[in-house]
Protein backbone atom coordinates (compact mmCIF):
# COMPACT_ATOMS: atom_id res chain seq x y z
CA UNK A 1 0.00 0.00 0.00
CA UNK A 2 1.75 3.48 -1.03
CA UNK A 3 0.58 6.70 0.41
CA UNK A 4 0.02 9.97 -1.65
CA UNK A 5 2.06 12.68 -0.39
CA UNK A 6 -1.26 14.56 -0.15
CA UNK A 7 -2.45 11.50 2.12
CA UNK A 8 0.12 12.41 4.67
CA UNK A 9 -1.94 13.43 8.27
CA UNK A 10 1.39 15.50 9.62
CA UNK A 11 1.69 18.83 8.77
CA UNK A 12 3.75 19.73 5.95
CA UNK A 13 6.34 21.37 8.87
CA UNK A 14 6.65 18.39 10.78
CA UNK A 15 7.16 15.96 7.70
CA UNK A 16 9.81 17.68 6.11
CA UNK A 17 11.29 19.39 9.43
CA UNK A 18 13.59 22.45 8.79
CA UNK A 19 13.58 22.19 5.37
CA UNK A 20 10.66 23.94 4.66
CA UNK A 21 11.24 27.19 6.83
CA UNK A 22 14.55 27.73 5.15
CA UNK A 23 16.05 29.98 2.87
CA UNK A 24 18.11 27.36 1.16
CA UNK A 25 15.89 25.06 0.07
CA UNK A 26 13.81 24.91 -3.06
CA UNK A 27 10.73 22.64 -3.60
CA UNK A 28 10.37 20.88 -6.40
CA UNK A 29 7.36 18.28 -7.79
CA UNK A 30 6.88 15.29 -10.54
CA UNK A 31 4.38 14.59 -12.83
CA UNK A 32 2.55 12.36 -9.86
CA UNK A 33 2.64 15.25 -7.21
CA UNK A 34 5.69 14.34 -5.24
CA UNK A 35 7.22 17.21 -3.31
CA UNK A 36 11.32 16.53 -3.37
CA UNK A 37 13.46 19.55 -1.07
CA UNK A 38 16.54 20.35 -3.28
CA UNK A 39 19.02 21.73 -0.68
CA UNK A 40 20.87 24.70 -2.22
CA UNK A 41 24.17 24.48 -0.20
CA UNK A 42 24.71 21.09 -2.10
CA UNK A 43 25.99 23.34 -5.03
CA UNK A 44 28.71 24.43 -3.06
CA UNK A 45 29.22 22.44 0.01
CA UNK A 46 29.29 18.73 -0.36
CA UNK A 47 28.50 17.25 3.03
CA UNK A 48 24.82 18.86 2.07
CA UNK A 49 22.66 16.14 0.47
CA UNK A 50 21.40 17.22 -2.86
CA UNK A 51 18.03 16.03 -1.73
CA UNK A 52 18.00 15.30 2.39
CA UNK A 53 16.16 12.54 3.78
CA UNK A 54 13.39 14.24 5.90
CA UNK A 55 12.46 14.75 8.03
CA UNK A 56 15.76 16.82 8.86
CA UNK A 57 15.76 17.99 12.11
CA UNK A 58 19.12 19.52 12.78
CA UNK A 59 21.30 21.55 10.07
CA UNK A 60 24.22 23.32 10.22
CA UNK A 61 23.04 25.25 7.11
CA UNK A 62 19.76 25.70 8.16
CA UNK A 63 18.91 29.50 7.84
CA UNK A 64 15.46 30.68 8.88
CA UNK A 65 13.21 31.79 5.55
CA UNK A 66 9.13 32.20 5.14
CA UNK A 67 7.97 31.83 8.14
CA UNK A 68 5.17 29.66 6.45
CA UNK A 69 5.97 25.88 5.68
CA UNK A 70 6.69 24.81 1.84
CA UNK A 71 3.62 22.81 0.60
Sequence with gaps: MSRE????PRPP???VGLC????N???TRN???SRFYLCGLSKEDPRYPKYPVL?????EGY???DQLPSE
Design 5 to 8: PSDD
Design 13 to 15: RAS
Design 20 to 23: GLCA
Design 25 to 27: HRL
Design 31 to 33: RVG
Design 55 to 59: PVVSC
Design 63 to 65: VPG
